[in-house]
């Protein structure tokens, strides 16, 4: 057998002998993996060599999850965050631990839409405080956050009209230190005008002496009233501390009214929703 064959020849039985051995592998925090030979390690960080190579690096251990060495073991360098720790680095200030939360409800300031555009923001405060008043007196074994404090700690929290999307409901419910949170919609949008008209004459006759008739006086007036009537429905959602839709109902007022009043589909959702206790 000629001589370059024989060198190639060792050249592939040692590749192959060097691809079977096993290799230490070094799993690092952001996730990229060393496949190679550890040569040294301290307390603060290894040397370390890639497969097929021979220049050596140094790893610090801060940056490693865990190194599974050649021989099968595997070595926790640091173990992954935990979600309490992550949690510990929100820019939300929480105001008390998930166990103060526990059976904790706030109701936040309803959407007020007439027409699909966005109406007077007093009637959305006035859904959220009669949402409060209806489930104050049903919601046994529930602590309610009555609506001032609710609209006071959101003001704290930095959290406005505009913004207020940009909070997820586990955001919303560390701010206000509650484990439900009911949000809801009041829509209003014109339905038929009635118009009423009546009318109304008299007619006078004058008489003589001889019964004749001398004048005749006639008058009369008409009245006219139109009537705007309303088609009102409210949304009304529930989330849970865990970001979780529990409830998420629409109910149309059965009959149109003059004064777009929204207590009846208001209370139909609440009675059905799960916070409800009668």
Do not use: W
Not at 188 to 214: F, I, L
């Amino acid at each position: 057998m000629s001589r370059p064959l024989l060198l190639l020849l060792a050249l592939l039985l040692s590749i192959s002998t060097f691809a079977q051995t096993p290799v230490d592998v070094i799993l690092k925090v952001n996730g990229d993996e060393m496949k190679g030979k550890i040569t040294k390690i301290t307390d603060t960080d290894l040397t370390f060599i890639y497969s097929g190579e021979t220049l050596e690096y140094t790893v610090k251990k801060s940056d490693i999850l865990k190194i599974t060495h050649s021989s099968g073991r595997v070595e926790i360098i640091n173990q992954p965050p935990l979600p309490s720790d992550i949690r510990k680095n929100d820019q939300i200030v929480m105001k008390g631990t998930p166990a103060d939360h526990h059976n904790r409800i706030a109701v936040l300031p309803f959407h007020y839409l007439i027409e699909n555009q966005p109406g007077a923001d007093e009637i959305g405060l006035s859904a959220q405080q009669d949402t409060y008043a209806f489930l104050s007196q049903h919601s046994t074994g529930y602590t309610l956050i009555d609506p001032r404090t609710t609209n006071a700690l959101l003001a704290k929290g930095g959290v406005t009209k505009e913004n207020i999307t940009g909070f997820t409901m586990n955001e919303l419910c560390n701010i206000l230190g509650v484990e439900y949170i009911i949000d809801g919609t009041v829509k209003q949008n014109k339905a038929s005008q009635t118009s009423y008209t009546s009318d109304n004459s008299n007619t006078n006759v004058k008489r003589n002496g001889n019964d004749k008739v001398t004048k005749v006086n006639s008058y009369g007036s008409t009245f006219s009233n139109a009537e705007q009537r309303y088609d009102v429905s409210v949304s009304l959602s529930i989330y849970n501390d865990n970001n979780a839709n529990i409830y998420n109902q629409s109910h149309r007022a059965f009959f149109s009214n003059t004064d777009g009043g929204f207590s009846s589909p208001l209370q139909y959702l609440l009675k059905r929703c799960p916070l409800y206790r009668k």
